[in-house]
């Protein structure tokens, strides 16, 4: 399910087209940034585990496609 969640965002990202390093740099500084922690961690009921591991596929993910 972590995998979905990271492969989905990623997919909004594409349709963007905005794939700069810079604006990755961005979104994963969004979505790893403690108030946005919280929210996912809230949102998906995730552990903090869960949520780290949520973190390194969403990173990986968005830099495989830079």
């Not at 990986?60 to 496609?65: F, P, V």
Request: overall charge positive.
């Amino acid at each position: 399910m972590i995998y979905t969640i990271a492969t989905e965002i990623v997919r909004k990202a594409i349709l963007y087209k905005h794939r700069s390093r810079s604006y990755m740099d961005y979104i994963i500084r969004q979505y790893c940034s403690k108030e946005i922690q919280v929210r996912i961690q809230q949102f998906f009921n995730l552990h903090s585990f869960q949520l780290f591991i949520f973190q390194f596929v969403l990173r990986q993910k968005l830099y495989e496609i830079t």
